[in-house]
């Protein structure tokens, strides 16, 4: 079975602060792909980052970064100087490889405040 | 702009009424996903379809039915709405076969079940 676990269901920084943004997640599968999207207040999913388990390789974009740790199954994402516009839910997603489903987890609801 | 389209955006139905979803697709993706998004709960697979013509159940089947209408089109049928069913849908899309495909999603339907 496969599982995403977000164990923080709320975060509250002040801006500039820098945040993590926690996932775990479980799979048997060898080759599998994990994901981050951003749903802000207005709704729509936003894709954030693909990364696939062969790939351990950490990644900036901007403020951003993900920290990819198969040893402890974990696909931490981390906003460096938060922004008020950072304030949205955070979900991490899982696909194993064999499979088109992707599972998410419950998501994070991140408030930046000003 | 390329892209998932849902109709409608918002709806209130009363507990027994019927409607439909409508999603389309104009990426040429084969594989299309329906899935409910409820506080506290992320999203969670409601069906899909790998390709046209097939269409499997996902994690919550129970008081819906699809239909692969053609390669653009993957609508959701409630038959007899209860309040349970009160949620955000999100329709999605992908590409088929074993690798990191990411998904569209649509902006969601907002529907109320009194």
Same mark, same amino acid.
């Given at each position: 079975a496969q599982k995403v676990t977000q164990a923080q269901t709320e975060i509250s920084v002040v801006e500039k602060e820098d945040v993590t943004l926690d996932c775990v997640y479980e799979t048997r599968d060898t080759t599998y792909y994990l994901f981050w999207y951003k749903q802000p207040p207005s709704g729509e999913l936003v894709f954030l980052i693909r990364r696939n388990s062969f790939d351990e390789q950490n990644e900036i974009s901007g403020r951003y970064s993900w920290n990819f740790q198969k040893s402890t199954s974990s696909f931490n994402f981390t906003i460096t100087a938060?922004? *008020? *516009?950072?304030?949205a839910v955070y979900f991490c997603a899982l696909k194993g490889g064999a499979t088109n489903k992707l599972i998410f987890g419950t998501g994070t609801l991140l408030a930046v405040q000003p | 702009n390329a892209g998932v389209t849902q109709t409608p955006k918002f709806q209130v139905l009363k507990t027994g009424q019927s409607m439909t979803l409508q999603c389309a697709q104009?990426? /040429?993706?084969n594989s299309m996903y329906w899935y409910r998004q409820d506080p506290g709960m992320g999203l969670r697979l409601i069906y899909y379809s790998a390709s046209e013509g097939t269409t499997d159940k996902g994690e919550v089947p129970n008081g819906y039915n699809v239909s692969r209408? /053609?390669?653009?089109e993957f609508s959701l049928r409630l038959e007899s709405a209860a309040p349970s069913q009160t949620s955000v849908y999100f329709c999605a899309s992908s590409e088929t076969g074993p690798g990191g495909h990411g998904y569209t999603f649509g902006s969601g339907t907002r529907l109320t079940v009194v």
């Open positions: 938060s922004q *008020v *516009v950072d304030s | 104009d990426m /040429n993706h209408l /053609n390669k653009r």
